[in-house]
């Protein structure tokens, strides 16, 4: 789709949705207002870039030296002739973070067969173990090695929390991977995890947007993706031009926000010094 | 005190010791412990997940329990019921399951997707799994992004709106939050090269985010201690005559044990 329907397509929606309200709005949930239109112009905006990149449009991303050291992970794995461990966190497929951990094993993996070193993930939910077995199994045809490639590479290891995280530490002890991947979300076991890898001096790349492992991960390991750099980072590894455009888009509309934020300081100021009657919160609060 | 609590001290404290043994390096101590932990409580948290969900939830929802004479369509849905409680009738008991719930056959649409899981099984028909997977994360896309946007947008703006001219005190601590809020906004712009006064915008921005890393790491270690200090308690209550002083001797005991094993290690060094 060209940018040019996009916006047409944006335009015919607001005149329809304009005429709607003119009518009455039936079924409409009163007092959700600004989340509709919250949802639907930051989703406008996503999709007008996407179009513009899948048009061709050059999207800058700036450079995240976490993402860079991916390959040279992957290599000094490789040198070493040792594995790869990549941990996807401990949460199921509904959760983004766990989401976007298992569209950067596709990457990793395809790195991995690429090397021809051995890859180990081990896992926490059965639902994140087919996933990454399918997405891991694609990387290595669409890198001609389908014989590298088996289903025990991506094995369960169990649903509880810190049972998981001792047994992460014991394949990490004894394989003793060079390269420690942990993409997802997690909890107190993030820094179980980093530590061990840190004394089997495995090189280590984290990345989580929960925000109170950040921290630890941080201190024990060599790069860390922190918060929206890990979400956009299979962006960054595929160079896909509608996930460039995606990535452009959000960055729009964190401008918005900011400049949304930045209206809500003054007008509350001027609420607080009684210029302004009205009251800016009672705005953003949903039914 | 009965046979069975002391007994279950004993293994309460040569697991916890023998966890803490990983402090000293990778041991047979630490081995039992964990695969005894994984294999564990990966049955315990399948047994569960069947027992709490699917039993209750899914086939209680399916095949509620009925009063009376089965007639229709509805004779054959039991019939097939039956046939289910025929291998096991724990599962599926007589007459149907009682937890409450009605008949409700949209929970076919669950049932269904889950037995796509299980075909992962057969190869010839894996592949009907990856339509589970589209659903659980085409699902969760979909219904949280209602709850990011309200939580981490909508409410993040409203959370601006904060008192400036309570007090001195007030004002610092709002204009604080407001520049780190936007200038930690400014860092995770990526179509904007970070050189010049972007540059040190989102610098500043970073030095808020790692403060606030400080704080929570900090906080986070302080809970860490208190669970620490949790097991150090029981070791402490176990360690008592009337436990027959467990914590003591299985100390002693996993010390002989890792103090063979170093001398042994350092005998044939060869073998490890």
């Known amino acids: ?287 | 005190m009965t046979g069975m609590e002391i007994f279950g001290a004993w293994i309460a404290v040569f697991l916890t010791l023998a966890i803490f043994s990983f402090l000293y390096k990778d041991n047979p101590f630490y081995k039992i412990a964990e695969h005894l932990f994984v294999g564990i409580s990966a049955g315990y948290w399948a047994a569960i997940a069947f027992w709490n969900q699917i039993q209750p939830n899914l086939f209680g929802r399916l095949w509620p329990k009925v009063d009376g004479e089965l007639s229709g369509l509805k004779a054959f849905w039991y019939g097939i019921y039956n046939f289910f409680g025929w291998f096991h009738s724990g599962i599926f008991p007589e007459g149907g399951i009682d937890k409450g719930h009605e008949i409700d056959i949209w929970y076919l649409i669950p049932f269904v997707l889950g037995m796509f899981m299980i075909l992962r099984l057969w190869p010839k028909f894996g592949w009907l799994a990856r339509w589970s997977m589209a659903y659980i994360v085409g699902l969760a896309a979909g219904l949280r992004l209602y709850g990011f946007l309200s939580s981490n947008i909508i409410s993040q703006i409203k959370g601006s709106a904060l008192p400036m001219f309570d007090s001195v005190g007030t004002s610092i601590n709002s204009i604080l939050i407001i520049i780190g809020t936007l200038t930690g906004l400014f860092y995770f712009f990526f179509s904007q090269e970070h050189t010049g006064i972007f540059g040190k915008i989102s610098r500043v921005g970073i030095w808020f985010l790692m403060i606030s890393f400080g704080a929570s790491f900090g906080f986070a270690v302080m809970g860490r201690i208190s669970l620490l200090i949790g097991r150090f308690y029981d070791l402490i209550t176990y360690s008592s005559a009337e436990y027959f002083h467990a914590s003591w001797w299985v100390l002693g005991l996993i010390i002989i044990g890792l103090g063979i094993m170093a001398f042994k290690e350092k005998a044939s060094p060869e073998s490890h």
């Open chain 1, 1 to 287: 789709m060209k940018s040019k329907h996009v916006l047409i397509s944006i335009g015919t929606f607001a005149i329809l949705f304009a005429a709607y309200w003119w009518f009455g709005h039936p079924f409409f949930k009163e007092g959700r207002e600004v989340m509709f239109i919250s949802i639907v112009s930051l989703s406008s905006i996503i999709l007008y870039y996407i179009a513009e990149a899948n048009n061709g449009a050059k999207i800058f991303l700036r450079a995240i030296p976490g993402l860079k050291a991916f390959e040279e992970a992957v290599g000094r794995s490789t040198e070493m002739g040792r594995s790869v461990l990549f941990v996807p966190g401990i949460m199921d497929m509904d959760q983004v973070e766990t989401v976007a951990g298992v569209t950067i094993l596709g990457h990793v993996s395809k790195m991995t067969a690429q090397y021809e070193t051995p890859l180990e993930v081990p896992v926490s939910r059965a639902i994140v173990m087919e996933a990454s077995r399918e997405i891991v199994k694609e990387s290595y045809l669409s890198q001609g090695r389908p014989d590298l490639y088996n289903d025990s590479m991506i094995h369960y290891l169990t649903d509880d929390q810190f049972a998981y995280a001792a047994g992460v530490d014991g394949i990490m002890l004894r394989e003793k991977p060079a390269a420690c991947f942990y993409q997802g979300k997690f909890y107190a076991e993030s820094l179980i995890l980093a530590e061990t890898g840190n004394s089997i001096g495995a090189i280590q790349i984290a990345g989580t947007a929960s925000q109170a492992q950040i921290p630890f991960f941080v201190t024990t390991c060599d790069y860390t993706l922190i918060g929206e750099e890990f979400l956009t980072a299979s962006a960054y590894l595929s160079q896909k031009p509608s996930l460039l455009g995606s990535i452009k888009g959000q960055d729009v509309g964190k401008l918005i926000i900011m400049i949304a934020i930045l209206f809500t300081v003054v007008f509350n100021a001027f609420h607080d010094l009684g210029w302004v009657q009205y009251d800016i919160k009672q705005f953003f609060t949903a039914n």
